[in-house]
């Protein structure tokens, strides 16, 4: 890896999701000063996903002039931080598995490249800059096509001895038993919290040829559809106690819950903060569940700030000793 420039204080931040690589040029003060997006060649194999990375890259350099520190980098899958390599992923990105991150964007853009998995670099980005701004202890999960979560203690994410670390869609749940989950275990509670397992519970109850997204299970409900009401309750409620037995394993001083089904409405809010209350013991009655502030931004926020962990650790030693 090289030797840090002495820059401007800049990062070039790109977020590799299964849909979109998107990207932006991001500012120490978390503006973002330039955004570029390719959609992910999914199916094209590695060479083809870091082949659209570079060009988001290129893109952001030729808009203005730019002398970024690093390339920040949050990817799906399981990522080291320390070699920047994909360990393993699902097969939404072909050939992603064992991927190295960092030798042909280092050596392209001439940068050095960091880079975490997507998830832990959209709870960076929601300490640092979002809704866990000021709290050392921060506990992010996200709630969407899966569901994941980051750990952040003394303001360090914390990823675990195989980066696995906040894979919270993972633990078991009453209200999934039995079914089957995308890890292909049984009854975890993302084969019930997540949006797509919201929406297959809705199928299971009212077997509806109308409804076809989660989107439409969640409108449905809000007009009073007893089906839809049923499978968005049960999802959040399944994530709300989940959220409990993970408080009292962690108890962090801020909870912050993300991802598409955080925008479902005060239905699956209600349930969520009813399944915590039902599982976090007494002593944590006044932790907060909290929306996340920063939507998509987070992960290119988080990203970037792979660069400044000194600055933010040491802002948090000062914080204390006051
Ligand atoms: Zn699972």
């Known amino acids: 890896m090289q030797e840090q420039l002495p820059g401007t204080g800049e990062v070039l931040a790109l ?55 690093g390339l920040g980098l949050g990817a799906a899958g ?29 050596a392209h853009t001439g940068l ?39 750990y952040l203690h003394d303001g360090r994410l914390v990823t675990g001895r195989h980066h696995i670390a906040g894979h919270v869609g993972h633990i078991d749940s009453v209200f999934a038993a039995g079914l089957e989950c995308s890890c292909g275990r049984a009854s975890h509670v993302e084969a019930i919290g997540s949006g797509p397992a919201i929406y297959r519970h809705y199928q299971r109850l ?27 309750e049960t999802g959040g409620l399944a994530v709300g106690s989940a959220l409990g037995s993970l408080a009292n394993v962690l108890d962090p001083q ?3 819950v993300a991802g598409g089904m955080a925008h479902a409405g005060d239905l699956w809010w209600d349930a969520v903060r009813t399944g915590f209350e039902r599982s976090a013991i007494d002593a944590l009655a006044q932790t907060r569940l909290l929306p996340a502030a920063l939507g998509t931004d987070a992960a290119l926020l988080g990203a970037a700030s792979l660069f400044w962990n000194e600055d933010f650790e040491e802002s948090l030693d000062v914080a204390h000793r006051s």
């Open 254 to 256: 801020k909870l912050v």
């Open 112 to 150: 050095p490249v960091k880079a975490v998995n997507d998830v832990h670099a959209h709870g960076l980005g929601e300490a640092r800059f979002g809704a866990g701004i000021g709290a050392a202890d921060m506990l992010l999960v996200a709630v969407g096509t899966g569901i994941g979560g980051a």
């Open 15 to 69: 977020d590799i999701g299964g849909t979109k690589i998107a990207g932006a040029l991001v500012r120490r003060d978390g503006s973002l000063l330039a955004r570029a997006q390719r959609t992910t060649p999914a199916t094209e194999g590695s060479a083809a996903i870091i082949k659209a990375m570079l060009q988001v890259a290129d893109e952001l350099m030729a808009s203005g002039s730019f002398t970024p520190q």
């Open 206 to 232: 009212a077997n509806n040829p109308e409804a076809s997204s989660t989107r439409d299970v969640a409108d449905l409900a809000r007009s009073g559809d007893a089906h839809a009401c049923t499978a968005l």
């Open 78 to 106: 399981v990522i080291d931080p320390g070699t920047a390599k994909v360990l393993s992923a699902t097969d939404t990105l072909t050939g992603w598995a064992g991927t190295d991150l960092a030798g042909e964007l280092a």
